[in-house]
């Protein structure tokens, strides 16, 4: 009896030890996350956010890349971005200035600017974020749900899915150790079809006392074909020259239909999409 009473005593030590671990809800694993990444009070410091590094395409095609983000409105999360990838003296720049967003694509053989449509934008909008979709989720009005763990390469990480209102969803992969993601996967609708973006990210570097992914491979759900992006350099609260993330005024561009361009697998040089 005195054996069968020690042996339910271990028990339940081990399930009380588990407890914290089991008893996880959505809000104290962001809340987590948050510390992790560098606290409240750091993170909304940031007004400004500076990264360069280099762009490896599929193909093996390496692109000088720097991308320039801005806080608008802490209340919404609203930010600015402007990203530039280039290769062989050619620029692809795509910029959201808080509204809508825009690109000059040299690689599809345009070289003056082009508006992006909603959907285009709406995407960009988001990656113009500098706290990120899960931190942002309060501000934007955004549900967040813990779905308990799933196995990411070994990692038993949380799971957590952010729905955004205009319906667009990103589910995070928290490290159990570290609380920083180590996986986002996005689903979004771009002109009435359903994509899903893989992320992967590493290399946790601290800019402005926060710390930012500086190793992002990118692509197509379940795709081999990734895009890889290493920062080397980060810098915060850096000077924004006014009219930086704005449309240029060279005259009435026409809404794009494309999605985020990508370099062309095959060639660098630019080419003419065909209609």
Partial sequence: MKRRLAQSALVL?????????????????????????GGAEKLAAIGSLSLKGEMRAPGDFKLAFSELRQRLDPKTGTCTVRIEATIQGLTLIQAYDGK??????????????????SDESRAL????????????AH??????????????DGTDAFELRVSQTDGDVFTYFLDPDSYLEIKILER?????????TEYELGDYERVGGVYFPFS?????????????????????NVAV???????????????????????????????????
């Fill in 13 to 37: 030590a081990a399930l009380t030890c588990c407890a914290p671990a089991l008893a996880q809800t959505a809000d104290e694993l962001v809340a987590k996350n948050l510390s992790a990444r």
């Fill in 188 to 196: 979004r609708t771009i002109r009435g079809s359903e994509q899903e």
């Fill in 139 to 152: 501000a934007m009005g955004s549900k967040v749900e813990y779905l308990g763990r799933e196995d990411v």
């Fill in 100 to 117: 809508s967003g825009w690109r000059v694509n040299p690689f599809e053989g345009r070289k003056d600017p082009e508006k992006m449509g």
């Fill in 125 to 136: 909008a988001d990656e113009a974020s500098i706290d990120g979709a899960l931190l942002a």
């Fill in 216 to 236: 992002i491979a990118s692509g197509p759900k379940n795709s081999r074909d990734k895009q890889i992006l290493t920062i080397d350099s980060g810098d915060a």
């Fill in 241 to 275: 020259p006014p009219g930086t993330f704005d449309f240029p005024a060279t005259g009435p561009a026409k809404p794009s239909g494309n999605a985020h361009a990508k370099v062309p697998a095959k060639s660098p040089a630019p080419h003419r999409k065909r209609h």
